[in-house]
């Protein structure tokens, strides 16, 4: 992701839907003190086969929103960092705080353009197993200072995304194609 403003970025993202089909995700909590997003999903697939998923990120994190430009640089590494590979440098963007590796995985950090501010957040997300289904809720709590308030300028862009992100991982598991 190259370093865009809040404006533009909000318009790419919004565009970035219409163009998807998929619904605006929702914000569930807004404050001056930041934004709580949800996501959920059901997934036609075993909740071991999900985490599996989201430890491997570059099999579908959207390449549009990467450092980088290539998913393929995105990891977990053995110290619970979920790092992109730069050609010149590396970006931290979230740190493992809790696995049990198989229904809770809560991570910390900034992504995004919230790396250009003061806030930070707990990124969540949990698996339950519903017959040959898995139930994914994630949740972002986003706390801090951003010039111009967190909620008012990038609560929507950061669910969006986030949106996405849910939707290409349950389209890879599903289809074995995230786009």
């Not at 036609?44 to 599996?52: G, L, P, T």
């Not at 990891?75 to 590396?90: H, N, S, V």
């Amino acid at each position: 992701m190259k370093m865009l403003t809040t404006v533009a970025l909000g318009a790419a993202l919004l565009a970035g839907a219409a163009n998807s089909g998929r619904a605006l995700a929702e914000v569930t909590d807004k404050s001056a003190a930041g934004f709580e997003v949800t996501e959920k999903a059901t997934i036609a697939a075993s909740s071991a086969k999900v985490w599996d998923a989201l430890m491997h990120p570059a099999r579908w994190w959207d390449p549009k929103h990467t450092w980088s430009g290539d998913a393929k640089n995105l990891a977990f590494d053995p110290y619970g960092c979920f790092c992109e590979t730069l050609k010149k440098g590396a970006v931290r963007h979230l740190s493992i705080v809790y696995a049990d590796g198989a229904t809770q995985l809560r991570l910390f950090g900034a992504l995004g353009p919230l790396q250009f501010t003061g806030a930070s957040g707990h990124l969540a997300y949990v698996l339950k197993p519903a017959g040959d289904k898995t139930e994914l809720i994630l949740t972002y709590d986003v706390g801090g200072y951003a010039k111009g308030g967190l909620a008012e300028t990038l609560a929507a862009p950061v669910d969006m995304v986030l949106g996405q992100q849910v939707a290409r991982l349950k389209k890879q598991l599903e289809t074995g194609k995230p786009e």
